[in-house]
């Protein structure tokens, strides 16, 4: 679910913020890493939180 | 070919200090428009590409909200975060309205994927006020 909220999300950033369609996919592509990765990595740290 | 339907200067600038000759009316429909089906704008201004994206793409956010038991909150002033929710979910116009009239976004708050459908509902409003804006910024020749 994170997943396909973060490659939707990062699509429309990246199509709102750039022009021609290669930037686009570049930015694209950064931005859905980003997000994936800070997901992993906020899990991660919040994994020794009770809930 | 892009602006046809508006008199301006693809060239201007804000910088520059000029401004597109458009019409207060058609602005204001160019922004209902695309308040009501996301990326419509866009197409009405030649930028078929990004409108497409944004029409499937927000589309698509706001039936897997729906579909994941998110809620359409209700503009409740007496719960400012619901107000503020309600607010964003509103940027999304037609597919909101749709949801309303067809009453569905009643959520269901036992669901375990709720906060998740109400996630994607509200980063959907959200986006598409992005994305009216980027579609005024188009109009009036700044982009």
Redesign the interface.
């Known amino acids: 679910?994170m997943v396909?909220?973060a490659f939707?999300?990062s699509?429309?950033?990246a199509?709102?913020m750039r022009d021609d369609?290669r930037s686009q996919v570049r930015t694209g592509a950064w931005m859905f890493a980003a997000f994936v990765a800070t997901g992993f990595v906020l899990g991660w740290l919040m994994y020794p939180l009770p809930l | 070919m892009r602006y046809d339907r508006f008199d301006m200067s693809t060239k201007s600038t804000a910088a520059e200090g000029t401004r597109a000759s458009v019409e207060p009316g058609t602005l204001a429909i160019l922004c209902v428009l695309a308040w009501a089906v996301p990326g419509a704008a866009h197409l009405w201004l030649g930028r078929t590409q990004k409108g497409l994206v944004f029409l499937v793409a927000l589309t698509a956010m706001f039936a897997i909200g729906l579909m994941l038991h998110g809620q359409i909150f209700p503009f409740e002033l007496s719960d400012p975060l619901v107000a503020l929710a309600a607010v964003a979910d509103f940027g999304l116009g037609g597919p909101w309205l749709a949801a309303r009239a067809m009453g569905a976004g009643a959520g269901q708050v036992t669901a375990s994927t709720w906060e998740y459908g109400n996630t994607f509902l509200i980063v959907a409003g959200l986006l598409n006020s992005l994305v009216i804006l980027d579609a005024f910024d188009i109009a009036m020749g700044r982009k």
């Open positions: 679910m396909l909220f939707l999300v699509t429309v950033f199509v709102l369609v």
